[in-house]
């Protein structure tokens, strides 16, 4: 048996065997849908959940 405690976890962590995905990565997947092509240079995460992209440059393709 292990002698270190286990720690609860945070109230606000999400348990990835759940079949849904948390709110949080359902907007940033929607956002990467709608800008088709692009680049995110700062994906700020916390807990494990995506919070902010910093800086979004939008490519533009000119060649089919």
């Not at 088709?36 to 959940?49: A, N, P, R």
């Amino acid at each position: 048996m292990s002698t270190q405690p286990t720690r609860p976890p945070k109230a606000d962590a999400y348990d990835l065997r759940n079949a849904a995905l948390h709110p949080a990565w359902m907007a940033f997947i929607r956002y990467c849908q709608t800008i088709s092509f692009g680049e995110i240079t700062t994906l700020k995460i916390q807990d494990g959940l995506p919070v902010m992209a910093e800086a979004v440059t939008k490519k533009i393709k000119f060649v089919p």
